[in-house]
T-cell receptor, first 113, second 114 residues
Framework: DARVTQTPRDKVTEMGQEVTMRCQPILGHNTVFWYRQTMKQGLELLAYFRNRAPLDDSGMPKDRFSAEMPDATLATLKIQPSEPRDSAVYFC???????????FGPGTRLTVL | AQSVTQLGSHVSVSEGALVLLRCNYSSSVPPYLFWYVQYPNQGLQLLLKYTSAATLVKGINGFEAEFKKSETSFHLTKPSAHMSDAAEYFCAVRRNSGNTPLVFGKGTRLSVIA
């Protein structure tokens, strides 16, 4: 049963600390998305990649967020320094160019104190 | 630009009653439309999708949705609610081109009363 995996599932950190979230897309999926879910804004796109190349990261605060795909099996989202307003659930999703369905991971719940 | 509006942030129905969750879309091009469900502390799971084929789309768990271009709507229905249907439901849209990001509605929380 192929699934998108995300680590960690929960992260509590203090303001100013670096946070790294990881996502393993489904094998063979070449498009990866990062979304953030908050009560206030709902689900919003942060960035996405196709064949490991970034296509759109306009949803990310550039001064503190960065997203990369070191290889086809790993996507990372990094926040440095973290702020309390970054507290949210971060979802990774993946899909293939031949499908029309994004598969979501379980999310990383981030709490910045 | 594409957008969706979900009417009602919270809907409550009795077990066995009809479920109707409303979604209206705005799109300058033919849209792809989706309904996702989110159970507590879990990711999103696809219920069904419209991709310009049949206007009545059947999904998992007995849900279906009808694409109505004249009303720019894509409402989700289920004839008989079950306790296990209690969850958050999201309508989403994207451009009629492959693998672009989803634009989500604010979500509707469905409660099912025994």
């Amino acid at each position: 049963d192929a699934r998108v995996t995300q680590t960690p599932r929960d992260k509590v950190t203090e303001m100013g600390q670096e946070v790294t979230m990881r996502c393993q897309p489904i094998l063979g999926h070449n498009t990866v998305f990062w979304y953030r879910q908050t009560m206030k804004q709902g689900l919003e796109l942060l960035a996405y990649f196709r064949n490991r190349a970034p296509l759109d990261d306009s949803g990310m605060p550039k001064d503190r967020f960065s997203a990369e795909m070191p290889d086809a099996t790993l996507a990372t989202l990094k926040i440095q320094p973290s702020e309390p307003r970054d507290s949210a659930v971060y979802f990774c999703a993946s899909e293939t160019t031949s499908d029309n369905e994004q598969f979501f991971g379980p999310g990383t719940r981030l709490t910045v104190l | 630009a594409q957008s969706v509006t979900q009417l009602g942030s919270h809907v409550s129905v009795s077990e066995g009653a009809l479920v109707l969750l409303r979604c209206n879309y705005s799109s300058s091009v033919p849209p792809y439309l989706f309904w996702y469900v989110q159970y507590p502390n879990q990711g999103l799971q696809l219920l069904l999708k419209y991709t310009s084929a049949a206007t009545l789309v059947k999904g998992i768990n007995g849900f279906e949705a009808e694409f109505k271009k004249s009303e720019t709507s894509f409402h989700l229905t289920k004839p008989s609610a079950h306790m296990s249907d209690a969850a958050e439901y999201f309508c989403a849209v994207r451009r009629n081109s492959g693998n672009t990001p989803l634009v989500f509605g604010k979500g509707t929380r469905l409660s099912v009363i025994a």
